[in-house]
């Protein structure tokens, strides 16, 4: 069974830093794009960043400089380091990646940025 876990999340305030972590389980065969998204307090889930297996990426232009995404092929995992943090990066923020073909979410992670 393919799974993805997150972790990291937790509670910073404005102007600290979070690291979250993604990593996918199970029988992968393939494992292509992933991604992070987040869903805010009476917010649409909305892409935050994205990367290809080769390393290419993309971000949500209100993270842009602030968050960046990496990856681990070897381990199966995505990271997103979340620098500069504001109180409207507060959401819960979910891990998806292209596996087997088949798009897959994790259960998510809060981050709550607050003073």
């Known amino acids: 069974q393919v799974q993805l876990v997150e972790s990291g999340g937790g509670l910073v305030q404005p102007g600290g830093s979070l690291r979250l972590s993604c990593a996918a389980s199970?029988?992968?065969?393939?494992?292509?794009?992933m991604a992070w998204y987040r869903e805010g307090p009476e917010k649409q889930r909305e892409l935050v960043a994205s990367?290809?297996?080769?390393?290419?990426?993309n971000y949500a232009a209100s993270v842009e400089g602030r968050f960046t995404i990496s990856r681990d092929n070897d381990k199966n995992e995505a990271y997103l380091q979340m620098n500069e943090l504001e109180p409207g990066d507060t959401a819960v923020y979910y891990c998806n990646a292209d596996i087997n073909k088949d798009p897959r979410w994790g259960r998510g992670t809060r981050v709550t940025v607050s003073s």
């Open positions: 199970g029988m992968i065969f393939s494992l292509n794009t």
């Open positions: 990367i290809s297996t080769g390393g290419s990426t």
